[in-house]
């Protein structure tokens, strides 16, 4: 590890959230970055899923994007507990007021940006992503962009 990338992690006293639509790139992203800096990366989908024994487009199909947002927001509020973690978010988290607050007090936050074009090349094949089956990947994503 670089020196700079030594004093980077020391620096980090708190978790760091890597946020942004589907198919910013959080994951990949905030894998790496995890890496660099020696801390532990988690995606919080995969602490969803673990927990609720379900993949994400079966917890929205049975239980509603309602309760997926709250069980999204109590692993975010468990995750953020852990100083030397990097986590990746859902893309509409922080549309949940509590889970924004949690993230701004416990975290630091990078948010992904990346053109609709680019975000539908990567997702709109995608069948793990409940909020574009049922419609145009590029008006769903475009709409979403605009709301977050």
Do not use: C, W
Not at 97 to 117: C, N
Not at 123 to 147: F, H, Q, W, Y
């Amino acid at each position: 590890m670089s020196e700079e990338l030594k004093k980077l992690k020391e620096k980090l006293v708190k978790p760091v959230v890597f946020m942004g639509l589907m198919g910013a790139g959080k994951t990949e992203t905030g894998k790496a970055f995890a890496q660099a800096v020696g801390k532990k990366f988690v995606d919080s989908d995969d602490l969803i899923t673990a927990q609720a024994g379900l993949t994400i487009p079966e917890i929205f199909e049975k239980h509603g994007e309602e309760h997926f947002r709250q069980l999204e927001r109590d692993m975010i509020a468990q995750a953020l507990q852990e100083p030397d973690m990097v986590l990746s978010i859902g893309g509409g988290a922080v549309m949940n007021p509590e889970t924004a607050e949690l993230i701004a007090r416990r975290a630091y936050s990078v948010y992904l940006d990346a053109d609709v074009e680019t975000l539908v090349g990567r997702v709109a094949s995608d069948t793990n992503r409940p909020l574009l089956k049922n419609g145009n990947p590029v008006a769903i994503l475009t709409e979403l962009k605009e709301k977050r």
